[in-house]
């Protein structure tokens, strides 16, 4: 089975920028799209951006301009870029397969971003 694991997430002040990083024990690449997830306590689990197998990509309108999802397939590695964050970027972010593929892979244990002052 691939392990996801997430990494990255810290403390941040409103305007900061943080990169978070999934790597995995299996390609992360197998899924038509792979896509970055948030979930804040008391909301539901929420997809932030996605990049297809092609290179494509979309983003919640919430973080538009401020994120930016990318890949590394040598690294076996997929990246979200945070920018210009604020208080309510504050969630745990997860990776998987993107879209309709959101349970491609077991969920993995996620990374904590507090954006706060």
């Known amino acids: 089975q691939v392990q996801l694991v997430e990494s990255g997430g810290g403390l941040v002040q409103p305007g900061g920028s943080l990169r978070l990083s999934c790597a995995a024990s299996?390609?992360?690449?197998?899924?038509?799209?792979m896509g970055w997830y948030r979930q804040a306590p008391g909301k539901q689990r929420e997809l932030v951006a996605t990049?297809?197998?092609?290179?494509?990509?979309n983003y919640a309108d919430s973080v538009k301009g401020r994120f930016t999802i990318s890949r590394d397939i040598a690294k076996n590695t997929l990246y979200l870029q945070m920018n210009s964050l604020k208080p309510e970027d504050t969630a745990v972010y997860y990776c998987?397969?993107?879209?309709?593929?959101?349970?491609?892979?077991?969920w993995g244990q996620g990374t904590q971003v507090t954006v706060s002052s």
């Open positions: 299996g390609s992360i690449f197998s899924a038509p799209a």
């Open positions: 998987n397969g993107g879209g309709r593929n959101s349970n491609w892979y077991p």
């Open positions: 990049i297809t197998n092609g290179g494509s990509t």
